[in-house]
């Protein structure tokens, strides 16, 4: 069978007959700029069906490339005028390095002494640029990239790697952070704390987030006892970590719970909507679920202000623990509120849902701010309002504003709260409410503070 290179020495031959000496040269598939093997035939270097055209290339405008991809190897003749991006387009090359995933999700490492990282611009150029003196094989390295977001300063991070057998513990220190402080990786797509055993290859995923421990809570989910098999991918009643951000919907899509027919209850009397954030349950770890086969019958909005939220309850829930739930998922306090059902204040907080209407499926009430009294708190550019009363202790109120900024509560003695009088008072954290009101005219109905870090003064 004729290969190419017995075609190139019967050429070779044929120009000293001529008298017309040619170079040493290789063939290129003309469409796909495609170096065909010497050793190769001359019929499988194409479809027979087909006609494809073949350029004599003097040997001398090539170069050798070595191409790398985990424990893959491929060591290829190549032209100098090619650029790296034109050269991972090649579909046979990229199956014999058995790269299986999209090269959006990798990046191009020069396996020089410096082990450059190339970004899409260098990839571009023709490999030309990139030859020694010596004029040494050029070695190319398919990475994959592996995206991470820090998750409290929201700073972007790109590691490249050269094996998917790479474990999540492997990762943190390539991060160049303090892995004393940020100690997990969770999942991008469903806030989920992996675990640091776990290898990259098992994960359908490339972008996470950086954690710090306080930034995480515990979940654990049991099955009830109508439901005895179901598949979650940490066991039954076993304790999962989650970014505090991370939403029902996340633990629904990390436990592959069918949200049709499964649902998760809490506190064994309602069943929080999907969009419900982890930050809305009480600070207790870890957080308690069970999965039920029936959602509860009635569902419940309750607005406040501009927002409002979702949950399913039974016929019997008093409107007592309708509040509680109210107040605990939008994080304020109950004892400053009621209910409002169709422009009626509830007065009666011993009555049940069946007591209103019993044949309601979906109903609506509106948190009504009873107390007379409330405080307005700025913080960076931020202004926040809540009710308060005369016996509330600053503490308690500051420790309430971190919750609704999101500022972690251990963090509580770098701040200091200044009452905005005209002498802008800085108060102790120990000082009442009534004694700031002296502060002010005695008509004033919401007290404005400012709070600010202790260092900002400095």
């Known amino acids: 069978m004729t290969t190419w290179q017995q075609i190139n020495h019967w050429l070779k031959t044929m120009s000293k007959i001529i008298n017309s000496p040619i170079d040493d040269f290789v063939f ?28 004599g290339i003097n040997r001398d405008n090539t170069t050798k490339v070595i191409l790398s991809f985990e424990s893959h190897s491929q060591s290829i003749c190549a032209l100098k005028s090619i650029s790296i991006y034109l050269l991972l387009r090649n579909k046979y090359l990229l199956q014999q390095l058995h790269v299986n995933i999209s090269l959006d999700e990798c990046v191009v490492v020069l396996e020089d002494s410096e082990k450059k990282l190339l970004t899409k611009n260098d990839t571009r150029k023709a490999l030309s640029e990139y030859l020694t003196v010596d004029n040494q094989p ?17 700073q972007q991070l790109k590691i490249p790697i050269s094996n998917r057998n790479t474990t999540i513990e492997e990762i943190l220190p390539l991060t160049n952070v303090s892995i004393n402080i940020y100690k997990y990786l969770a999942s991008y797509i469903t806030k989920y704390i992996i675990s640091n055993n776990e290898y990259i290859s098992n994960l359908n995923e ?37 970014l505090i951000s991370a939403t029902m919907s996340d633990i629904y899509k990390q436990n592959k719970i069918d949200t049709e027919h499964r649902f998760l209850l809490y506190s064994d009397d309602f069943v929080p909507s999907l969009d419900i954030p982890l930050t809305s349950f009480p600070k207790i770890s870890p957080i308690k679920f069970t999965i039920i086969g029936n959602n509860l019958p009635i569902t419940v909005t309750i607005i406040n202000d501009e927002h409002s939220i979702k949950f399913n309850c039974s016929y019997s829930m008093k409107i007592k623990r309708l509040i509680q739930i109210g107040c605990q998922l939008f994080n304020i306090k109950p004892d400053f509120y009621q209910l409002m059902h169709l422009d009626c204040l509830i007065d009666d907080d011993d009555m049940s849902l069946e007591e209103i209407d019993s044949s309601i499926t979906d109903a609506e009430f509106k948190l009504i701010s009873k107390a007379t009294l409330h405080t307005s708190i700025r913080y960076l550019d931020q202004t926040i309002v809540f009710p308060c009363a005369n016996e509330s202790e600053i503490l308690d109120i500051v420790k309430e504003a971190f919750t609704k900024l999101e500022i972690p509560q251990e963090n509580i003695d770098m701040y200091q709260l200044i009452a905005l009088d005209n002498g802008r008072t800085q108060l102790e954290f120990d000082t009442m409410m009534e004694d700031v009101l002296g502060l002010f005219s005695s008509d004033i109905t919401t007290i404005p503070f400012e709070l600010k870090k202790k260092e900002d003064d400095v």
């Open 206 to 242: 490339t972008k996470f987030f950086l954690v710090k421990e306080n930034e995480t809570c515990l979940i654990s989910i049991k099955i009830s006892d109508e439901l005895q098999l179901i598949d979650i991918n940490d066991g039954n009643d076993q304790n999962q970590r989650f």
């Open 138 to 154: 050029i070695h190319i390295r398919i990475s994959i990239l592996i995206e991470i977001i820090k998750n409290d300063d929201k």
């Open 28 to 55: 290129v598939e003309k469409e796909q700029k495609t170096i065909v093997d010497d050793h190769q035939s001359i019929f499988s270097s194409s479809d027979p069906t087909t006609s494809t055209t073949f350029d």
